[in-house]
């Protein structure tokens, strides 16, 4: 009597048929490039997807839209008056000073704010804002018994919330004849006490 044999058939390498117990797992192959070579292999497959896609056009009429619509499509009649903006002058657009000056203004020679006497008196150009809810005060400075403790990083960072607040409050122009006539030893600066 003959025996069958125990010997199993070696399966097909293929990816579609179910996993079983003792079946080797598959890796993707991997492939590792480095440098140049890497980045021509990367730039040759984005080329790949980008030449799939045809380069705008211009459109020539109105989508969805057939020439006897265009002929009756919504326009204004040529006599009627256009709506046109108000011309601004040049000078009413363009504040004297921006933000941006006003802040390398307050920074040069690593300045980091007034002394205390001057940096009150800054304060009394800053206007409340006012809203529904009442009066809003300007953001307050680190003066008094704060000014020993506040580290000068803080301080700086103060007295640019104050710059911008002058600025949305509208008296940039009057703040920034306020720094620029300030003498010198007037300011606080990066290392100083």
């Known amino acids: 009597m003959a025996f069958p044999s125990s010997k199993k058939t070696p399966r097909s390498r293929d990816l579609n048929r179910p996993w079983e117990a003792g079946d080797s797992i598959p890796a993707p192959e991997a492939l590792h490039e480095d440098g140049d070579t890497g980045w021509a292999l990367w730039h040759e497959a984005s080329q790949q997807?980008?030449?799939?896609?045809?380069?705008?056009?211009?459109?020539?009429?109105?989508?969805?839209?057939?020439?006897?619509?265009?002929?009756?499509?919504?326009?204004?009649?040529?006599?009627?008056?256009?709506?046109?903006?108000?011309?601004?002058?040049?000078?009413?657009?363009?504040?004297?000073?921006?933000?941006?000056?006003?802040?390398?203004?307050?920074?040069?020679?690593?300045?980091?704010?007034?002394?205390?006497?001057?940096?009150?008196?800054?304060?009394?150009?800053?206007?409340?804002?006012?809203?529904?809810?009442?009066?809003?005060?300007?953001?307050?400075?680190?003066?008094?018994?704060?000014?020993?403790?506040?580290p000068p990083l803080t301080k700086r960072l103060c007295f640019r919330e104050q710059i911008e607040w002058a600025e949305r409050a509208g008296v940039l122009e009057a703040v920034m004849a306020f720094m620029q006539s300030m003498p010198e030893e007037e300011w606080l600066h990066m290392g100083e006490d």
């Not at 040069?108 to 006497?117: A, E, L, Q």
């Not at 008196?121 to 680190?142: H, I």
């Open 49 to 150: 997807q980008e030449r799939r896609f045809a380069p705008t056009a211009p459109m020539t009429q109105p989508p969805g839209m057939n020439p006897e619509e265009i002929a009756w499509a919504a326009t204004q009649p040529a006599g009627a008056t256009l709506l046109r903006r108000p011309l601004v002058s040049k000078a009413a657009e363009k504040p004297l000073f921006t933000l941006e000056a006003a802040m390398i203004v307050a920074r040069r020679n690593n300045r980091v704010c007034p002394r205390p006497p001057q940096w009150d008196a800054f304060m009394k150009l800053l206007p409340p804002k006012k809203s529904l809810r009442g009066t809003q005060q300007p953001p307050a400075p680190a003066t008094g018994a704060a000014w020993a403790i506040t």
